[in-house]
């Protein structure tokens, strides 16, 4: 496998504006002969497929949902970054990009990071022209708040919707593109396998999700917007449809996957409260702006939250890193929770809870104030627990929420498939070994608006202004095809005596366990043994009702948890690779005194990307290596 990152050359504010004029552009009357492929229509699906089919591309989009606008990104809350510094508090492109490098431990590559953070403010234009209806403040201006990880405030926000809002925008932008037959929408389809000829992408295998029907899907290029794989621990903050089966395919097509054990643990959510859940919910971060985070400082005080004096009360974020306070990184606060609560401090019935409290910006600001800018969520957490938010703290603690790793992509966004790209969650470039809070929503628009329709075009034009696209007859097809089919009748005709979803317990049990918050060499050697074991189990024992040429939910779920059950391996396999911490990934053995992440910049400033081999063999480790000339690389600190 070779990588390529194909950075420009040059100063890092000039290179995205230079490879822009360096690239093969595509004369418009061709642009309606090349057909691309989008599967997802996230804020990354549908802000491409928008994009690309108001250039004039034949554009094809795929989603499971029965609408764009149930994708995933409708569920973030908090805001979107960038870095118009309308507060004049000093933040500027560079401070985001450094911010950015730095919150995500000094393991993202530095051309596209700063690429994010020069693009930033187009997207904010974007959306306003848009109609998103981003909070302003007593001026006119845009509104701005902090998030974690950042000393300015920078962040855009429509109350506690702006995941929604952003998506509606896009949304109305692709449904433009569908009434004008430049983007053809294909609700309840399912990929479920890339075809790649001599390592190009072809097209894709799409299974109909309401007949059942397996079809062949020809393209000149294929894009993936589908998202992160937060769901292999089974609990997490993500929609439950949410899976790895599209990344994970392309990845046993010859995609490289890179540093698979990044993942985030999102420090405000609330509680899990029994074995009853299949899914968690986020509390946005944003609500650290205002709620200050604490617990007992006694063991075992078993008081009311009301009935505790300040002076027993520890507030710890603020004690242990003064400079940030409620609004360190994500890990960081995630890892603190976690900690106090090891101690026998936590607080609610489980003892795995944080106070997150309102009291003195309520006093201070007023319950109006309070109300305008977090109203909807403290709505949703009374609806989910019975308790008021105003008048008690929120229980909080840490969840799984994001995921860093994703398919290795170069600065162009082409993963080591030719003509397969990765934008959004789905791949790895932007965000290292942590996201700050609030960057999700800018990294998929920046991909999705912005760079994909640039770099897709400087591929297609190689192609020619007559493309010969493989017919879908073509044995790569035909292979493609029937593989997908064969393993919709395997587990079909396995019925066996357990269902899906309780191995995807089991196995995100397994994961939590040894490769969640904290992770040890003993645990993920354990945990690398047990996932085979456990693989095969369903392969010899799931129960799948129903048939394959209807509606078949368990089907759907059956499909995505094998994904899980392989890839979960993966994910283990890398984090027990890394001998050191960093960002989300914390290994016991590497941290400092203090209880902080101890990187190895000697041996791990680089990105991981693993080779699929074969089923049942070692994948292979490939390395890129991590340069960083524009920021210094030093030990992370918020204190």
Not at 123 to 146: E, K, M, T
Request: charged share 25%; proline share 3%; glycine share 10%.
């Amino acid at each position: 496998m070779k990588l390529d990152a194909n950075i420009p050359e040059g100063p890092i504010q000039d290179k995205w504006a230079n490879h822009k004029m360096a690239m093969k552009l595509v004369n418009p009357a061709n642009k309606r002969k090349y057909k691309v492929i989008i599967i997802g229509s996230g804020l990354a699906g549908a802000s491409a497929a928008a994009t690309m089919g108001e250039l004039g591309y034949n554009v094809d989009c795929y989603c499971f949902q029965d609408s764009p606008r149930r994708a995933h990104s409708i569920a973030a809350q908090g805001g979107i970054n960038a870095a118009k510094n309308y507060p004049g508090d000093g933040d500027s492109i560079y401070r985001l990009f450094y911010d950015t490098v730095k919150g995500g431990d000094f393991r993202s590559r530095e051309a596209n990071v700063y690429r994010l953070a020069e693009i930033s403010n187009q997207i904010i234009d974007h959306c306003v022209a848009q109609g998103v209806p981003f909070a302003r403040d007593y001026g006119g201006l845009l509104g701005n708040r902090s998030f974690g990880g950042a000393q300015v405030s920078r962040t855009f926000y429509a109350r506690g919707q702006t995941g929604q809002q952003l998506l509606i925008g896009a949304y109305q932008a692709l449904s433009r593109q569908i009434a004008a037959g430049s983007v053809r929408m294909h609700t309840r389809s399912e990929m479920l396998d890339v075809v790649v000829a001599d390592n190009v992408a072809k097209g894709v295998i799409v299974r109909n999700l309401v007949t059942g029907q397996v079809e062949s899907h020809a393209a000149d290029a294929v894009v993936l917007a589908t998202g992160g794989y937060g769901n292999v621990f089974y609990l997490s903050t993500n929609s439950m449809c949410y899976n790895i089966t599209g990344a994970y395919q392309a990845y046993k097509k010859g995609a490289g996957f890179a540093n698979p054990c990044y993942t985030q643990i999102h420090p405000t959510c609330i509680p899990v409260s029994g074995d009853h859940q299949s899914k968690l919910t986020l509390m946005s971060e944003s609500l650290r702006n205002d709620g200050r985070v604490w617990v007992p400082k006694e063991l075992g005080d078993q008081r009311k939250p009301g009935e505790i004096p300040e002076e027993d009360r520890d507030y710890y974020l603020e004690r242990k890193y003064p400079s940030f306070g409620n609004l360190a990184a994500r890990d960081i606060a995630s890892r603190s929770a976690k900690e106090v609560c090891d101690e026998g401090r936590g607080v609610g019935n489980t003892g795995l809870g944080v106070y997150l409290d309102f009291r003195d910006a309520i006093n201070r600001l007023g319950e109006e104030t309070i109300s305008a800018r977090y109203g909807n969520l403290f709505d949703m957490y009374e609806r989910i627990t019975a308790e008021n938010p105003y008048k008690n703290p929120m229980r909080i603690y840490p969840a799984v929420h994001y995921t860093m790793g994703g398919l290795w992509v170069d600065y162009n966004l082409m993963s080591t498939i030719k003509g397969l790209y990765v934008i959004g969650e789905a791949n790895f470039s932007d965000h290292g070994a942590n996201r700050l809070g609030a960057s999700a929503l800018m990294q998929g628009l920046a991909d999705g608006y912005f760079v994909l329709p640039q770099t897709i075009a400087d591929y297609l034009a190689t192609l020619g202004s007559n493309p010969e696209r493989m017919p879908i007859e073509d044995q790569a097809f035909v292979e493609a095809e029937e593989a997908v089919k064969t393993r919709v009748n395997t587990l079909l005709n396995i019925n066996g005596k357990r269902t899906a979803d309780s191995f995807h317990k089991e196995l995100g049990r397994i994961m939590w366990e040894n490769c969640g918050m904290s992770r040890t060499k003993s645990g993920l050697e354990s945990a690398i043994e047990e996932i085979p074991r456990l693989r095969r189990e369903f392969w010899s024992n799931v129960k799948v009702n129903g048939g394959a040429d209807t509606l078949n939910v368990s089907l759907e779920k059956a499909g995505r948890v094998a994904d899980f059950l392989e890839f979960g391996e993966l994910m283990c396999r890398d984090a027990l690779a890394r001998e050191e911490s960093a960002g989300g990934h914390f290994r016991s053995e590497h941290q400092t005194s203090e209880g902080e992440a101890l990187r190895n910049d000697e041996d791990f400033c680089h990105s991981a990307v693993w080779e699929y081999t074969g089923d049942d063999e070692a994948p292979i480790r490939h390395q890129e290596e991590l340069e960083f000339q524009n920021v210094k690389l030093a030990t992370r600190s918020y204190k």
